[in-house]
């Protein structure tokens, strides 16, 4: 795809036809000074959005079907083509968010490592599970049948973009890369925080849809109002999963649609955390100014606008954690604000951090200054101890965007309480030496059944994609905790398991063969089998 010639149109891209809404229409903004960007993009109906996924279940079967290195080829052409518009792509994101060029450029690269994560996925075949109980025409009282078992795509899916994360969390990001890596077309829901750079990246799907000669429903990129077109894309009987990440309220509207169906669809949605950080005694021996400047560096990187922002830090009641919470303040206050991804989004952060400041008990440990942009508010810290803490659900509750509350605790056992009462998390972090095991030991078993992903060192913030890693965690963190949205495992959402019995060899899928055409591991009558 040339980074030439690209122009926005402001309209749907539907079954690879750019296609005018019939509605209102909307502009995005650039949050630094507020004013509207060109050009205004038109909002579909009703028809236009049954449209989108009629295309989507017409192309299921022969997209599921594709050969396996066309479908691999295909998912490394749309990052091919990504990376071709790059340059225009990082300068939209720019303008709609106010992120910066750094964060945006890495965010392209993320975009397009995750999409060859997943060709390198359909190429191994793993994610099909085969395994495989050979027939057993002798065993007594009753013979046993043959049984052959892979996993198999749901259908079309939904896909809603993220207000936060404009590429690696949007139109190509990880829910879409991994629900095509499936075998899943894909509806896409623009985030209208970001339409531009929505319409930029649909283009390179589209192109790669062409270039293949994919059925024109694989792809389509929609823009409307999520209280109408939102819940009806979710409702479509057409739909039978959905990717989200958002905010619980949203979240939790389309699981609600979604359980309404007359067939109900899975919603993989991530929603809500505040990923909790542990400092223990052995950690406070170092640098604490520096420790203190590398935790407000995560809590305010891209205005604390992510997911894994550690939105709590409990420290020890004791010389050394005095001394770490004042090293916190000095850091606080040499942060300036900066621009947050909407005005809307702004308000409410302000609204949140009013809110926990004028708590009782609760007080400010240091807070930076404004920014010199339109909707770039001061950082700030609060603190406040564990009874405090325990005693009021307000201090629980997530703020999106750069704040913190640094909590007291007494002992492990006080520690370990306040753990008890956290909802669930994307993250949790743990500052040790090696003399506190045994305190880190206790606390351990609550946090696994508390978040996705234990981190001992380092900062909650920065998901690495690979094949180990987990975004998950129990509700709120998202709607699934046995699934996650980053790194290969995320195709299992998008896949459910079929046998079959006694199929006749020349009816047999090619992943089920007697003579493993694909050479794949196989688990035979319960062992794993490598390919010989």
């Avoid at 995750?114 to 002798?138: I, K, M, T, Y």
């Avoid at 404009?166 to 879409?176: E, K, M, Q, R, V």
């Amino acid at each position: 795809m040339p980074t030439t010639n690209i122009t926005l149109t402001g309209h749907s891209i539907i079954a690879g036809v750019t296609t005018p809404g019939t509605g209102k229409s909307v502009n995005g903004f650039n949050p630094a000074t507020n004013e509207p960007l060109e050009p205004a993009y038109s909002l579909i109906d009703a028809e236009q959005l049954a449209a989108a996924t009629a295309a989507a279940a017409d192309a299921f079967d022969a997209f599921r079907s594709l050969d396996v290195e066309t479908h691999a080829s295909f998912l490394e052409k749309i990052a091919e083509n990504i990376e071709a518009a790059g340059s225009a792509i990082v300068a939209r994101a720019m303008e709609e968010t106010g992120l910066p060029e750094a964060r945006l450029v890495g965010e392209r690269g993320r975009t397009a490592n995750q999409l060859r994560l997943f060709a390198g996925v359909v190429r191994s075949g793993n994610h099909r599970g085969v395994r495989v109980d050979p027939a057993l025409p002798d065993r007594a009282p009753l013979p046993r049948p043959d049984i052959r078992q892979r996993k198999i795509p749901l259908g079309p899916v939904a896909v809603f973009g993220a207000s936060n994360f404009p590429l690696a969390f949007s139109t190509a990001g990880g829910d879409t890369a991994s629900a095509l890596a499936a075998g899943c077309p894909v509806v896409f829901k623009a985030h209208n925080a970001h339409p531009g750079t929505s319409e930029l990246v649909g283009a390179a799907i589209t192109s790669a849809v062409e270039e293949f000669g994919l059925p024109v429903g694989v792809f389509s990129l929609i823009y409307g109002p999520g209280s109408t077109i939102g819940q009806a894309l979710a409702t479509d009987p057409a739909i039978k999963a959905v990717g989200f990440t958002g905010s619980r309220g949203a979240g939790t509207s389309l699981m609600q649609a979604a359980a309404a169906r007359p067939e109900p669809i899975p919603v993989y949605a991530e929603m809500s955390s505040i990923n909790p950080v542990f400092f223990f005694d052995g950690a406070l021996t170092g640098d604490l100014d520096a420790l203190a400047t590398a935790y407000l560096g995560s809590v305010t990187g891209s205005s604390g606008q992510l997911c894994t922002s550690p939105g709590l830090v409990f420290v020890p009641a004791s010389a050394q954690g005095d001394a770490l919470v004042e090293a916190i303040g000095r850091a606080a206050a040499a942060h300036a604000g900066q621009t947050m991804l909407t005005r809307g989004i702004a308000e409410s952060w302000t609204a949140g951090a009013d809110a926990l400041g004028g708590q009782d008990g609760v007080e400010v440990v240091g807070r930076g200054s404004d920014g010199a942009t339109a909707n770039a508010p001061a950082p700030v810290v609060y603190g406040t101890d564990t009874p405090t803490f325990l005693a009021n659900p307000v201090l629980h509750e997530e703020i999106f965007g750069a704040a913190s509350l640094v909590i007291r605790y007494s002992s492990t056992e006080e520690l370990v309480a306040a753990a008890e009462r956290l909802e669930g998390q994307l993250t949790a972090t743990l500052h040790l030496g090696d003399d506190d095991h045994a305190a880190a030991s206790a606390l351990l078993p609550v946090l696994e059944r508390r978040v996705g992903r234990i981190l001992a060192g380092g900062w909650p913030t920065g998901v690495d994609v690979g094949h180990a890693m987990v975004h998950g965690g129990p509700f709120p963190a998202t709607s699934d905790s046995r699934t996650t949205s980053v790194g290969s495992l995320a195709i299992d959402r998008f896949l459910r398991p079929v046998a079959y019995q006694n199929l006749p060899a020349a009816l047999l899928p090619e992943d089920l063969q007697e003579a493993n055409p694909r050479r794949l591991t196989r688990q035979i009558d319960g062992q794993v089998t490598p390919a010989g």
